[in-house]
């Protein structure tokens, strides 16, 4: 139990991944970010994230839950290219498509499909992921000011 924590302190996200998928049998993409997230300790060979997904800073992932009668296990799967934001939760038993986005603070209960972006406490829908324009990353040098004594 001790060793599962400290998955999430391995100095790369590489090693996180392998120890996630040796140790804790889990279904890990290639490609998966995770930001100091906290995995099922209980069952955490339940957990499948696919390819390219984002796990936000101290988001839950859970695959059991505990009742006064039993115990409930059960499968979570997050698809491929997804974002879950910071301080989620998401129960076990949920399916999040592909190319979803979970706003932070997120409470998840029920599936989410693919390319919609959902968010809130307890989740709902907010919109479709084309709603929301794409960051891109190409930003163009800002000229040089020259000094207005020459």
Not at 43 to 66: A, C
């Amino acid at each position: 139990m001790v060793l599962f924590n400290l998955f999430k302190y391995a100095p790369s996200q590489g090693m996180t991944r392998w120890c996630y998928r040796n140790i804790g049998r889990m279904k890990i993409g290639n490609q998966v970010g995770f930001a100091f997230s906290n995995m099922d300790i209980i069952f955490p060979e339940g957990i499948e994230i696919g390819d390219n997904s984002s796990i936000g800073w101290r988001t839950q992932l859970l695959t059991h839950e505990f009742t006064q009668d039993h115990i409930r296990l059960s499968k979570l799967k997050i698809g491929e290219n997804v974002l879950v934001g910071a301080f989620s939760v998401v129960r076990g038993g949920i399916t999040i498509g592909d190319n979803a986005i979970v706003a932070m603070n997120s409470f998840v209960n029920k599936d989410i499909p693919p390319d919609e972006v959902w968010g809130g406490v307890p989740v709902r829908k907010i919109g479709h992921r084309n709603e929301y324009p794409r960051i891109h990353h190409n930003y163009k040098q800002r000229p040089v000011r020259k000094n207005s004594e020459d």
